[in-house]
């Protein structure tokens, strides 16, 4: 790790030793390079749309298979098989369902008269389409798991005793289980915006950043740097970026829960 940090202060590739230039290639990061400007804005805009609907969906998930109904257990792991996919197999997968030509997905639009668009090759398609693939395989994950989880450790006693005083479904969920599963919420935040904005595998593999960079994530772009342009010390001051980043969306979330985060004792 401090290796790296002392290649962030060098001119550096594989096949040349690195050469001191101090704090030059950050500099760089934020005068010169247009590409980081790109890659941040599209990974903080899949970071809030993933997120958000990630925990929407893993939350509507949990509370219908919470319910004590008969199968229930059969589609709990139903809806988890997906997350236990290969993410490069998912993408390959799902680039054969929105193939422009061949696809699933349009050949079933044409049978209602609707042309579909390519669906990864197109800059309008291409993130809404690694949306879908990043939500297919997340919201019957572990966010999943650890909702049901919460939801089982909310007693049961203070659902009958709402319920006797007239409160009715929209009243329990709101009163009772939002406020009973918001440490288990910001559990399930703070993983989601650190994997969201350490995506690389589904845009890699899926639309290599493109079309036009429309899909260009962060994590893309170091790569690209260090591998491709063999650029290893800003490849590194790249990756103590993003690390920096990731500490402050982190912090900010943890002074932010005070205020809406209730734990069982404290005094809110």
């Known amino acids: 790790m401090l290796y790296s940090f002392y290649l962030s202060l060098t001119r550096y590739s594989i096949v040349r030793e690195p050469v001191y230039i101090g704090f030059e290639n950050y500099a760089n990061v934020f005068t010169r390079d247009r590409l980081f400007w790109v890659a941040l804005e599209r990974t903080a805009y899949y970071a809030a749309v993933t997120v958000v609907l990630g925990l929407a969906g893993s939350l509507l998930l949990a509370l219908l298979l919470d319910q004590k109904l008969f199968g229930t257990s059969a589609l709990r792991t139903f809806f988890f098989l997906p997350s236990l996919t290969p993410i490069v197999a998912s993408v390959i997968l799902w680039g054969w369902i929105f193939h422009p030509d061949i696809g699933v997905l349009n ?22 389409a690694l949306f879908i693939i990043a939500l297919w395989g997340s919201i019957g994950g572990g966010r999943m798991v650890i909702f049901i989880a919460g939801l089982l450790g909310i007693p049961q006693e203070l659902y009958e005793a709402a319920h006797i005083d007239g409160a009715g479904l929209w009243q329990r969920f709101r009163h009772v289980t939002i406020p009973l599963l918001t440490p288990t919420i910001f559990f399930n935040m703070v993983l989601g915006v650190i994997a969201a904005f350490s995506v690389f595998a589904i845009a890699y593999v ?14 893309l772009h170091i790569y690209n740097k260090g591998f491709a342009d063999s650029e290893m010390g800003y490849a590194a001051a790249l990756a103590w970026v993003f690390f920096a980043i990731i500490m402050v969306f982190t912090g900010v979330q943890f002074w932010l829960q005070r205020h809406w985060v209730h734990y069982e004792g404290s005094a809110k």
């Open 107 to 128: 050949y079933l639009l044409r049978q209602v008269g609707i042309a579909g668009p390519g669906w990864l090759t197109s800059p309008e398609t291409a993130m809404p």
């Open 206 to 219: 899926g639309t290599k950043g493109g079309p036009i960079n429309a899909t260009y994530f962060y994590v």
